[in-house]
């Protein structure tokens, strides 16, 4: 294992600088949402990034060659529409403007962001008068933007909450190995350990309650998502600990399970047992007799911290807050991408202890790591 004091800043393979293609797809009866796409192409135009018109056809379908990184998506609460994507590495960001003076901008947004398929949602509103841009994420994530008037500047701030995270890098896909031996198929003692824990977050009422997509999209949309992402529902929270047979490899809980009922080796807990940066890809070993779930989207996370810190013995993600000051990342990029984990990466090597380090993610919840339990 790696001796963190040794170990050098983790640093970005991907290029400075990039320059992206995006487009504008969608149709809105919102004036204000017509314009507010508008105004956000111009100024990721004079950014230096490259419009693509015409690149969604009018069923929602990707006709563009060439990758696609950011859709702006203009929609309608009444009937938001999916983009039909080709690939992973197309950030949809829908645009809504809703009623005014919502009792809970969440509630009436969060639905939104599940049925039109999207990686973000800017819900505009109008509070006690003033106008609001509601930045919305899978992850629960929700933080507010108000308009000051000033177009220059508030389309200045848009760009810099959107482009980020549409050229921020998703380490999702899984390659399983159906080579786990026998005697690990029940798991060991931090299998186990991960599988309490994870009741135990629920006692604490620490893990929100699965959200079920197919109350929210049709089966063909289900489908494109099990196809982008691999996923059935979206869950909140994720475990890991340190194998004991092999401290480079780690155990942790499966996507979109409830954390709750952790129960089966390669459905509801996997072993992670590495990184494949030139596919960006996360590899399992798993028993040959299941159909394996994919591994959470925190996987990659997970591996900077445990390959860099021989004494984090395990790992929990939750979506709460502590009430004291704690070091926090900065931008608030998707869950599963290579810059949010490098980021909190970061912070645990900073950590006085990185193996009992609480780090904060913006605007969404709480890294926290364990030391190696005494023998």
């Not at 969604?56 to 990184?69: F, H, K, M, Q, T």
């Not at 003692?189 to 309650?209: E, F, H, V, Y």
Request: hydrophobic content about 35%.
């Amino acid at each position: 294992m790696t001796d963190s004091s040794h170990t050098p800043t983790w640093t970005s393979p991907f290029p400075t600088n990039e320059i992206m293609t995006f487009t504008i797809a969608g149709e809105s009866t919102s004036e204000f949402v017509n314009q507010f796409a508008l105004r956000l192409r111009d100024i990721i135009v004079t950014k230096g990034h490259t419009f693509a018109a015409n690149a969604v056809d009018a069923s929602g379908e990707v006709n563009l060659n060439d990758p696609l990184r950011l859709v702006l998506n203009m929609c309608n609460v009444e009937k938001p529409r999916p983009v039909n994507r080709k690939g992973q590495g197309t950030f949809v960001a829908s645009i809504f403007e809703g009623a005014g003076n919502e009792a809970s901008v969440m509630h009436a947004a969060y639905p939104l962001l599940v049925r039109s398929i999207s990686n973000l949602i800017i819900y505009n509103t109008i509070r006690d008068g003033v106008r609001e841009s509601h930045f919305i994420t899978p992850e629960q994530g929700h933080y507010v933007v108000k308009h000051t008037g000033n177009l220059a500047t508030d389309y200045e701030n848009m760009y810099k909450r959107v482009t980020p995270l549409a050229l921020s890098h998703l380490v999702i896909n899984n390659d399983y190995i159906k080579n786990l031996p026998q005697a690990l198929w029940d798991g060991e003692q931090p299998m186990r350990d991960i599988c309490d824990a994870g009741k135990r977050l629920d006692t604490m009422g620490l893990l929100p309650s699965p959200t079920r997509l197919e109350d929210y999209l049709t089966e063909s949309d289900m489908k494109m998502v099990r196809r982008m992402y691999g996923i059935g529902g979206l869950s909140y929270g994720n475990l890991s600990a340190r194998a004991t047979h092999n401290p480079e490899y780690f155990w942790m809980s499966a996507s979109g399970v409830d954390k709750s009922k952790l129960e089966t080796v390669g459905r509801d807990v996997l072993l992670v047992t590495g990184y494949v940066p030139e596919r960006l890809e996360i590899t399992l070993s798993v028993p040959p007799n299941i159909e394996p779930r994919r591994v959470s989207v925190d996987a990659i996370e997970h591996w900077m911290i445990y390959r860099e810190h021989p004494t984090v013995g395990a790992i929990v993600h939750v979506h709460a807050w502590w009430s004291d000051p704690i070091p926090s990342t900065q931008v608030n990029y998707p869950c599963g991408t290579y810059e949010i984990a490098a980021e909190v990466a970061e912070l645990v090597r900073q950590a006085p202890d990185p193996s009992r380090a609480v780090i904060g993610l913006k605007n969404h919840g709480l890294t926290i790591t364990g030391q190696i339990p005494m023998n």
